[in-house]
């Protein structure tokens, strides 16, 4: 079955440093991937998908991710990190038509 | 704000109470969505919606019944629920049939508390 994983339920960066937050997939055929963030008391916003071509996709708030095909993985990376920037991530990938399966959530906390 | 619209914000029940979650959304959307959030749990996909009719049903129990009497509004309408049925409701829109790749926009949720 298609699924996705992220390891870690949390991720500590200071201010001004890059950030990864991990996610591997587990997919038949090619894979969609989706990252999504919630902040605080809000609903999912879309960041970015990964669909074909290049496997450094560029998304919303300076995020990116790089599609690894040999390692099955998807992470997400920004350069330089925001306390704004704090909020639960979702990795997410196509199971069929309108079927999106998400990650359990990796929770960024940025310090100033 | 992403267009999509969830009330009410908060809701507590009694597990013998009737009440209605409702989602609209302003996007000119044909597919909408419920998800159920739990803590340290994926995101459940519930049911799913096109063009008013209902294309997905992801074996949720019935006491969770689902009405959806246009493509800009969606209601999920609760009954006889149980404390593991407390959770933040989140209700999702998309452009359709589009493709697999399209991206769903998402309200803000009902939090759920079942007492």
């Given amino acids: 079955a298609q699924s996705v994983a992220q390891p870690e339920d949390q991720v500590n960066v200071a201010e001004g440093n890059p950030l990864t937050v991990k996610c591997t997939y587990s997919v038949s055929g090619n894979p969609y991937l989706f990252w999504y963030v919630q902040y605080p008391n809000r609903g999912l916003q879309f960041l970015l998908k990964y669909i074909t071509g290049d496997n450094l996709v560029k998304g919303s708030y300076g995020f990116e991710a790089e599609f690894n095909k040999s390692q099955t993985s998807f992470h997400l990376k920004k350069p330089s990190a925001l306390v704004s920037d704090s909020a639960l991530y979702f990795c997410a990938t196509n199971t069929g038509f309108q079927k999106l399966v998400f990650g359990t959530g990796t929770r960024l906390l940025v310090s100033p | 704000e992403t267009g999509v619209t969830q009330t009410p914000r908060h809701l507590v029940m009694g597990m013998t109470n009737k009440k209605s979650l409702k989602c609209e959304?302003?996007?000119?959307?044909?597919?909408?969505?419920?998800?159920?959030?739990?803590?340290?749990?994926?995101?459940?996909?519930?049911?799913?919606?096109?063009?008013?009719?209902?294309?997905?049903?992801?074996?949720?129990?019935?006491?969770?019944?689902?009405?959806?009497p246009n493509s800009s509004h969606l209601f999920l309408h609760l009954h006889t629920l149980q404390p593991e049925d407390s959770a933040l409701y989140l209700c999702a829109s998309s452009p359709s049939e589009a493709a697999t790749n399209e991206k769903l926009f998402f309200g803000s949720g009902t939090q759920l508390s079942v007492l």
């Fill in chain 2, 25 to 68: 959304q302003h996007l000119g959307h044909n597919a909408m969505y419920w998800y159920k959030q739990s803590a340290k749990k994926p995101l459940e996909l519930m049911f799913v919606y096109n063009f008013k009719e209902q294309t997905e049903n992801n074996s949720v129990p019935s006491r969770f019944s689902p009405e959806c």
